[in-house]
Structures are given as C-alpha cells and as structure tokens.
C-alpha cells in the first residue's frame, strides 16, 4: 500500500506566488498518495480563483497528479493567524507524513517528497527529517543556498533554528505526540515546535535538496521588525538557549568581514579587528542586558484588569 503524504498550504493574499507553490506540490512524482490541503484566510486578491480553477483543473483531468494518486482539497476563511491555518490543515490531514509548504515556497524538484517517503522507507525507526534547501528571490530565480542547514547541527536548535521550514516533513506519530503548532506565536512558531519535537525524537538531516525559500518585501522575516525579534528572545529563554551566538545569529545582522593579511615591504602584517566588528560585539551585549531587564520587569509586573 502507498504511503499517504498529506501537505498544508497556508496562505493569506499571495496569489502572485500561489500558483508555482500549487503546481510544485501537485508536480511531484513518486510511489506515494498525496493528500493536499490549502487553508486559505479570506484573501481578496484573486486567490480563491486560482485555487477554483486548479479544483476544476483536476476534476476534469487537464491536470493530472505525478505520484500514485493525489486528492486536493481548499478552504477559505478569516483564520487567527497563520499557525492558526495550518493547525486546521492538520485536523483535516490524513497521512502518514505531514509537512506544511507556504504559498509562496515551492520544492527543490519533482522527486522532493518521493526522497523523504524513500528516507522513512529505509530507516523504519525514523519520526522526523529535514533537508538542504535553496534561497530564492521574488522571481523564483536561485540565489544561493540556506547554508545555516549545514553550518550547524540538530545540537545547535535551542541556539539557532538551523531547519529549514519548507524542507522538513515528520511522521504522524510526531504530531501525535508534539500536538498543534503555538497559535500564540506569529514569527518563530515553526523553531518551537522543533524544539517540541526534538525533546522527544530524533531529528535526522537527509543530504538533498528539498525545498526553494523565497525572499521578498512582504515575507514576515522582513517586516516583522521589533515584534519579531521580542518573540524570538521570549523563545530563546523560555524553550532554548539565551546566548550571545544566540543572539548576534537570531536578531543582528551579520559583522563585518576582518580585513584580510597584507603585505607591507616584505613583512606581511596582520590588521587589527576593525572597530565596528568590537562595536557589534558590544552592542550584543548590552541588547541582551537590556531585553533581559525588560522581560524580566514583564514577568513580574502586575496583571493589567
């Protein structure tokens, strides 16, 4: 019998990226039954007709699934947020696999989730895994790899969410177990509930590439500004590790490059650290100081009634 992958597609207002994400998903090939799950929030930009015309698309066999067999299913309706969307899509799921793909995310190629029903095939024991993936641009055009997948391991997750989101897929059990994403988290719901998952199974890492993220103006990561970076440091007290890597990876751009060796006659001399790379590192510090003191006061400030 074919292993049934159910995959949830969240979306609010993207139907300039919706339809590549749809045909990503229902292009895939492989021996396996897909079960895909659209959860739309209400939108008004056209979305609703993309996802009527792909439904009509089915049903009449102008298109036609790539793996074994595929049923599509969609709904539209004001959510409370996206981790909200995709719990729905999780209630209505039926398979054995689970993964969500955001609507304006696509897979790496056609055989994406044909190599993780492969993964859990050859190695019975394994609950969760998790791939390379590609940064793309608003285009779709590939501009490099997300390399922090590879730079770091499973052992750095409570420091760094490591995982790409798109790129990870996880046996029922998992969800069984972990249950729903945090609807109270806006930005960092998908790190949390990694780190859910990893207190109870292990998180193996499948050399392939598996999924396209996709940067753009709108994305959360670009503006979700100062919100975003208090759900981050609440998420690394609370659930992972608060540190100073912890914090110059999650919430502070990148230092500046160190000059390289020059040459000086022939005696070659070695620049000292540039000032604005100890600045970054002070300044680190002090954020820390600070976002502890402020939500420490939180903590311990009375209930407003």
């Given at each position: 019998?074919?292993?049934?992958?159910?995959?949830?597609?969240?979306?609010?207002?993207?139907?300039?990226?919706?339809?590549?994400?749809?045909?990503?998903?229902?292009?895939?090939?492989?021996?396996?039954?897909?079960?895909?799950?659209?959860?739309?929030?209400?939108?008004?930009?056209?979305?609703?007709?993309?996802?009527?015309?792909?439904?009509?698309?089915?049903?009449?066999?102008?298109?036609?699934?790539?793996?074994?067999?595929?049923?599509?299913?969609?709904?539209?309706?004001?959510?409370?947020?996206?981790?909200?969307?995709?719990?729905?899509?999780?209630?209505?799921?039926?398979?054995?696999?689970?993964?969500?793909?955001?609507?304006?995310?696509?897979?790496?190629?056609?055989?994406?989730?044909?190599?993780?029903?492969?993964?859990?095939?050859?190695?019975?024991?394994?609950?969760?895994?998790?791939?390379?993936?590609?940064?793309?641009?608003?285009?779709?055009?590939?501009?490099?790899?997300?390399?922090?997948?590879?730079?770091?391991?499973?052992?750095?997750?409570?420091?760094?969410?490591?995982?790409?989101?798109?790129?990870?897929?996880?046996?029922?059990?998992?969800?069984?177990?972990?249950?729903?994403?945090?609807?109270?988290?806006?930005?960092?719901?998908?790190?949390?509930?990694?780190l859910?998952?990893?207190?109870?199974?292990a998180?193996?890492?499948?050399?392939?590439?598996?999924?396209?993220?996709?940067?753009?103006?709108?994305?959360?990561?670009?503006t979700?500004?100062?919100?975003?970076?208090?759900?981050i440091?609440?998420?690394?007290?609370?659930?992972?590790?608060?540190?100073?890597?912890?914090?110059?990876?999650?919430?502070?751009?990148?230092?500046?490059?160190?000059?390289p060796?020059?040459?000086?006659?022939?005696?070659?001399?070695?620049v000292?650290?540039?000032?604005?790379?100890?600045?970054?590192?002070?300044?680190?510090?002090?954020?820390?100081?600070?976002?502890?003191?402020?939500?420490?006061?939180?903590?311990?400030?009375?209930?407003?009634?």
């Open positions: 019998m074919a292993t049934l992958v159910s995959i949830v597609t969240p979306s609010y207002q993207q139907a300039p990226f919706l339809e590549s994400t749809l045909r990503s998903v229902l292009g895939q090939r492989g021996e396996f039954e897909l079960d895909y799950i659209v959860v739309d929030g209400g939108s008004t930009d056209g979305t609703v007709a993309i996802l009527r015309e792909w439904e009509r698309r089915l049903a009449c066999g102008e298109e036609v699934p790539a793996c074994r067999k595929a049923q599509f299913r969609w709904l539209s309706e004001r959510d409370r947020g996206q981790a909200n969307a995709i719990n729905k899509g999780f209630r209505l799921a039926a398979g054995q696999i689970l993964a969500w793909l955001n609507s304006d995310d696509t897979y790496a190629d056609e055989r994406a989730i044909a190599k993780c029903v492969e993964f859990f095939q050859s190695r019975p024991a394994a609950r969760f895994v998790f791939g390379k993936g590609y940064k793309v641009n608003a285009r779709g055009e590939i501009v490099g790899e997300e390399d922090y997948v590879t730079r770091f391991t499973v052992a750095d997750l409570p420091e760094i969410d490591m995982i790409l989101q798109p790129a990870a897929f996880w046996h029922r059990e998992v969800y069984d177990t972990v249950g729903e994403l945090n609807e109270a988290l806006t930005y960092a719901f998908d790190w949390e509930y990694w859910r998952c990893q207190r109870h199974f998180l193996e890492f499948l050399d392939e590439f598996l999924a396209c993220n996709r940067f753009h103006d709108a994305t959360k990561t670009n979700g500004g100062i919100a975003r970076k208090r759900e440091v609440e998420l690394l007290l609370t659930h992972g590790k608060f540190t100073e890597r912890a914090v110059i990876t999650n919430l502070l751009p990148p230092p500046p490059i160190p000059p060796v020059i040459a000086a006659g022939t005696q070659r001399e070695r000292p650290p540039p000032k604005g790379l100890r600045g970054v590192i002070r300044t680190c510090r002090q954020y820390v100081k600070a976002q502890l003191r402020s939500l420490r006061a939180v903590r311990h400030a009375p209930a407003v009634e």
